[in-house]
DNA sequence: CGTGTTATTGACCAACATCAAACTTAGTGG
DNA sequence: CCACTAAGTTTGATGTTGGTCAATAACACG
């Protein structure tokens, strides 16, 4: 019933359309709250958690370490969403999960979930939908990893950072927060730190984004769009949380 | 209850564990056969569609292409396995669905599905979970694609068919069907070509593989998979299905 | 046999990696 | 409020993986 459950559901409401015995059977989950610093794992590679982890404040990311000392970023985290739901499933962790800000997370027992799922077929959809956007989204940076200019990569993850954060109000105008090393950006990307450093200085040089101190505003959205090839179907947002302006519900506003 | 199903139940089998429920659920679904060539799009991009699609014969996969002309693959499918079964709550497909080979197909309408989910929570959970490891699985190709050479990719590529293969009966010793071209070899992989031939001569010089007429035969798995710094566990099989030889149930075998 | 697809080879090239150093910024403690 | 430090950013020089182009060789199939 606190902020915490609501921005769940604010996230969710992004993606499906809620009835009121939903938000009944999310506001019922019990959460158990933890603040964070930045770098810190919440979940690790191998580990097999008993609960799931809901982002409330701040940034995390879902990483793997590979043989030969790299790091793969899979995803960003945004508040509202549980990063390792898939867990709730696949029992032992083939990834970690870490945060990149300091924040804070509320753990949600599977038990938790599993009852308002076995009770619910909708409350099931939302969650199974939830967990099949987060694939789609896997799908599109595998498709940018593997078939896109560095350029096409970067402006491609500004796109989607900035359309999965706008409507959750966690941007105003063109501008959001978004407080990533260029290190965590070539982590995510398949680039170096070197090469991302000067991908962001062409962008800037395009007036495309103005990038510094962790705030970054996009200057021309549909220009970086048509550069990124960014479409942005594979978020499968509803129209009401795609559209600029549509979407402003009150509390925890964009201010 | 043809022989269709029970692919599928193979399949499903290989990653849970099933009742007696849950298989005649999934021996009452209604299946629409269809055979089909090779190269030939079972689902396409901006599709709406209203059934899902089992592979009963042959290969298949999901693929985007890219504005610049390029495609990248981002999945390989073999039969019992329901590639786009994602289409059951993200309506719009973001990739198409195509064939390698020539093959079966059986569709399943949508409704059909969502009837014998709502009805057992036991059967929600198999397909939520192979849809999870659907996404485990590109968030192992992201990995590669970012942050492996291409020598790695190629061989983690190998292992990965081979384990996913196996418990499905579909390989005999070391060797398996892989009637798969260099350049779709390539377009998953995020390579061309040509650099794909130059690898695949390397591991055969090496001794890892013998790869001729679509057949591709693993000479030394060991070796192999620590080149490919594979580790199984993301593929989420039962201990069953990863054991070479602890799983040969009768039925379809692999002669 | 002929024809189209796939595999292979060679020459050349570009995007991006690596290494190393300098510079900036944000915190921190005095 | 300033010096100090560590983290992050920027720059330059150089190297390498893997891309591109183009031609040839092997097959597969009707």
Same mark, same amino acid.
């Given at each position: 019933? %606190? ?9 969710? @409401? ?14 019922? !989950?019990?959460? $158990? ?17 008993? *609960?799931?982890?809901?982002?409330? @404040? %701040? ?43 300091? %924040?804070?997370?509320? &753990?949600?027992?599977? *038990? ?17 939908? *939830? ?40 941007? $105003?105008?063109?501008?959001?927060? !978004?407080?990533?090393?260029?290190? @965590? ?20 040089? *395009?007036?495309?984004?103005? &990038? ?13 769009? $048509? ?6 179907? &594979? ?21």
């Amino acid at each position: 019933m %606190g902020q915490e459950h609501q921005r769940l559901i604010r996230k969710l @409401e992004t993606i499906a359309r809620l009835t009121d015995a939903d938000r009944q059977a999310f506001n019922g !989950l019990p959460l $158990r709250i933890r603040a964070f610093e930045a770098d810190t794992d919440l979940v690790r590679d191998g580990d097999k958690p008993s *609960e799931c982890c809901l982002l409330v @404040e %701040g940034l995390a990311c879902r990483y793997k370490l590979l043989g030969h000392g790299g790091r793969q970023i899979m995803s960003f985290h945004v508040p509202g969403e549980i990063p390792d739901l898939q867990s709730l499933h696949l029992r032992v962790m083939d990834h970690s999960l870490g945060t990149l800000t300091r %924040g804070v997370a509320a &753990y949600i027992p599977h *038990e938790a979930v599993g009852r308002i799922t076995e009770r619910s077929a909708s409350v099931t959809a939302v969650l199974w939908r *939830e967990s099949l956007i987060d694939a789609a989204i896997f799908r599109e940076w595998l498709a940018g990893i593997g078939r896109r200019t560095a350029h096409q990569r970067v402006a491609h993850l500004i796109c989607e950072f900035f359309l999965r954060m706008r409507p959750l109000g966690l941007t $105003r105008d063109g501008t959001m927060d !978004l407080p990533i090393t260029q290190a @965590e950006f070539g982590d995510a990307l398949g680039l170096s730190t070197v090469h991302v450093n000067r991908v962001l200085q062409d962008l800037r040089a *395009e007036e495309l984004i103005t &990038y510094k101190g962790g705030q970054l505003r996009i200057d021309d959205l549909a220009r970086i769009q $048509r550069l990124a090839d960014f479409d942005p179907t &594979y978020l499968h947002l509803l129209p009401d949380a795609l559209e600029p302006d549509a979407f402003r519900p009150e509390g925890l506003a964009s201010r």
